[in-house]
């Protein structure tokens, strides 16, 4: 079925959001590789500079969430796109105070503004959009593209530019995107029923946070945010670690580059394919989403991931085709599931507390899935066996409680899905 004109405003503009969300995040590893040569600090140090803004962009999707219920998703989008473009900018102007720890202040505006947009964004989808599925695989595509085109585009302009030039480039586009944003014209909540208060809330104190927060936790959302986490567990231990792993691999000696790239490690055409197969995984997840109730897809992907997980511990000391082919599968599927959980949320919660709900997700998926790093990087110095075993274990347990969910799980006081958006069990 084809998207109609409200559908495809807000796909446009939610779009454009996620790509640029993961455009900047995606290009901050590259400048950092600069960085600690221009500012000659310690790795350590430059870690504690970073390691904050990535945690804003996880745990600030909470209050995020509130603050979408409260004044609605464009306005919180429009924000965001427009305070991750101040922040590189603010990056960019740190080169002229010659200070890291000016970078750190442009870093800790970035990621406040970024942690507005997935509890935005997917409340927008959600309240706005009749054709769910196709938008949200849309949607997943943009987000995808975004990871693979900012570190490619911020290792390019580095070539001929210096670093500075190079940050002020990356938010420009971001200050398109606001342009873009305040001219799009919607109706954000025209796929819920008439008589559903899906629109900005009034509600903003804390004792009304908490009496939300209680009924989505009293719900069947308490189970979705548990499997969320733990395939936050999964996404960002192997995301994380991968490159690094593929780097280490006897394998990528047979992958020559011709002369004059010595500088690039054939290990990262690799990753980044890897993120461009998750484009088709991202389309063909959030199109099943139409058909496939939420938790069996999730169940059914996750068993597929565990599988894949322990299939790197043998082919890691395989051929280079074996790796490049595990990978390819391995980013399909990674990403394939994201438009059932982030479907499983809209079925499960009301229309009214949308916001509130995908900025708990968003916590558990990029806050407390970010515990695989550091749990990573111990079982990785003891056993490149053990750390997939570890990864296997976080999509077991997803999968688990995936089974629990499509069986009808009904631990809690409120487990039946919203009317509008209830699947065909």
């Not at 075993?389 to 999509?395: P, T």
Request: hydrophobic share 60%.
């Amino acid at each position: 079925m084809a998207l109609n004109a409200n559908d495809r405003s807000i796909a446009g503009f939610t779009m454009a959001g996620h790509a640029l969300v993961h455009w900047f995040e995606t290009a901050i590893p590259i400048l950092l590789v600069v960085w600690l040569a221009e500012f000659d600090v310690s790795l350590l140090l430059l870690g504690l500079v970073l390691a904050p803004s990535y945690g804003l962009f996880g745990f600030g999707a909470l209050p995020a969430g509130v603050l979408v219920d409260r004044f609605g998703a464009k306005r919180l989008i429009i924000l965001c796109l427009g305070g991750m473009s101040a922040a590189f900018f603010v990056i960019a102007g740190a080169s002229y105070l010659d200070s890291i720890y000016a970078i750190a202040v442009g870093l800790l505006l970035w990621g406040l503004a970024a942690s507005v947009y997935h509890p935005a964004g997917l409340a927008l989808i959600s309240t706005g959009v009749e054709e769910r599925g196709t938008v949200f695989a849309w949607h997943g595509i943009a987000g995808n593209a975004g990871i693979a085109l900012g570190p490619f585009v911020a290792a390019t302009l580095l070539i001929f530019l210096e670093w500075q030039y190079v940050a002020a480039i990356l938010a420009a586009p971001g200050a398109l995107a606001v342009l873009y944003g305040l001219s799009a014209d919607f109706e954000a909540t025209a796929a819920v029923d008439d008589d559903a208060d899906a629109g900005p809330s009034d509600a903003l104190s804390l004792s009304e946070f908490l009496a939300n927060s209680k009924v989505l936790f009293a719900s069947t959302f308490a189970l979705v945010f548990v499997i969320v986490t733990f395939e936050g567990l999964y996404y960002r231990g192997m995301l994380t670690y991968l490159p690094e792993i593929l780097h280490g691999l006897p394998a990528m000696d047979a992958l020559a580059l011709p002369e004059g790239l010595d500088g690039i490690e054939p290990a990262d055409y690799i990753y980044v394919g890897l993120l461009v197969v998750g484009m088709a995984g991202q389309y063909v997840g959030g199109k099943l989403t139409d058909r496939i109730p939420p938790a069996r897809g999730m169940a059914a992907i996750f068993a597929v991931l565990v599988v894949l997980a322990i299939a790197f511990v043998p082919v890691t000391g395989m051929g280079l085709i074996a790796i490049v082919a595990l990978c390819g599968v391995f980013g399909f599927f990674l990403f394939a599931i994201q438009p059932f959980y982030q479907n499983a949320v809209a079925v499960y919660t009301p229309a009214d507390t949308r916001g509130l709900s995908y900025g708990y997700t968003y916590l558990g998926e990029f806050g407390f899935g970010a515990a695989s790093i550091a749990l990573g990087g111990f079982v990785l110095d003891v056993s490149l066996g053990w750390f997939f075993v570890m990864i296997a274990a976080f999509a077991l347990v997803g999968m688990v409680l995936s089974v629990a969910l499509a069986a009808g799980l009904d631990w809690f006081a409120d487990a039946e899905p919203t009317p509008e958006t209830a699947p065909d069990d």
